[in-house]
């Protein structure tokens, strides 16, 4: 993974994992993009017969206070990381986009889109979908606060599916670098396909050495993976993303709705 990015509003550059990032990077010798995106106000509807009308005079003025507020606050959090993330290895973009929704499309060229999970901001939850969604790339959450190195002890939710055979492809360079790898199943929850004998199988033929982790039957299969995770000291965990539909797991729940709401440590995802 050699090119990282970090979209970034005036409302998310607290969120921005910026220090994930540059641990990232200096795992896979990357570099990172800090994407700005301005938010517009949204529309306003208009009787067309009550003579209202809605100005927009100065919102130019209100994106540029925007972007110099977002742009140091990145600068100044970037510099301040443990250790400082280089500004050689560092670009703040803050011109190519016009809109929060153009993040979804300039994933596309990007190895992987990160995204810091935040209480009280819950816009992070619509930044990841449209990069999951629009951008046909992997998109690593990273829990609030979070400072600390990962990768070392790499996790794969192995279900079986399409999902995660493409999460898992898409992550190799991580897992490749890991000094330990646990192929994480739970009881109960399989779609057809290659169990995970087969994939240990396909890990060793890229000269990784993969151990089993096994989870009982559970009401929510994602709390379980997170729990062998966390039992076998697993630091960074790869899941498909939404193997059930979206509205599905809103209704009913399901293990990425878990993994994204309660995983405390970084996950990297893809549809």
């Known amino acids: 993974m050699r090119q990282i990015l970090l979209p970034f509003g005036a409302d998310t550059s607290n969120d921005v994992p910026i220090a994930a990032a540059g641990h990232l990077a200096a795992r896979t010798n990357a570099s990172i993009t800090a994407m700005f995106y301005p938010r517009l106000p949204d529309p306003v509807i208009v009787d067309p017969m009550s003579g209202g009308v809605v100005s927009y005079d100065g919102l130019d003025d209100e994106i540029e206070a925007q972007k110099s507020a ?16 280089a500004s050689e290895n560092l670009n703040v973009d803050m011109t190519s986009l016009s809109n929060w929704r153009q993040v979804g499309e300039i994933c596309r060229v ?3 889109t990160m995204v810091g999970r935040s209480r009280e901001n819950p816009h992070w939850q619509t ?4 990069a999951l969604f629009e951008g046909g790339r992997p998109v690593l959450v990273v829990p609030q606060k979070w400072e600390g190195d990962f990768g070392d002890t790499v996790g794969i939710a192995w279900n079986h599916s399409t999902e995660t055979a493409r999460v898992l492809a898409l992550s190799m360079p991580i897992i490749r ?20 004998t087969a994939l240990q199988r ?12 096994r989870g009982a039957s ?3 299969p994602g709390e379980r993976v997170l729990e062998v995770a966390e ?8 899941k498909g993303a939404f193997t ?28």
């Open 231 to 238: 039992n076998a000291n697993v630091d960074f965990l790869v």
């Open 244 to 271: 059930q539909s979206r509205l599905t797991q809103m209704i009913f729940g399901g293990a990425t709705r878990a993994i994204l709401d309660k995983a405390k440590i970084p996950v990297i995802f893809a549809h």
């Open 70 to 85: 977002a742009e140091k606050n990145i600068v100044d959090r970037a510099a301040k990381c443990d250790p400082p993330v």
């Open 218 to 220: 559970a009401g929510n």
């Open 177 to 196: 670098c890991a000094k330990k790898v646990y192929i994480i199943e739970v009881d109960g929850w399989v779609h057809a396909g290659p169990d995970g």
């Open 202 to 213: 396909y890990l060793a033929g890229h000269e990784i050495e993969a151990e089993f982790k």
């Open 127 to 130: 930044l990841f979908e449209m």
């Open 110 to 112: 990007q190895d992987v």
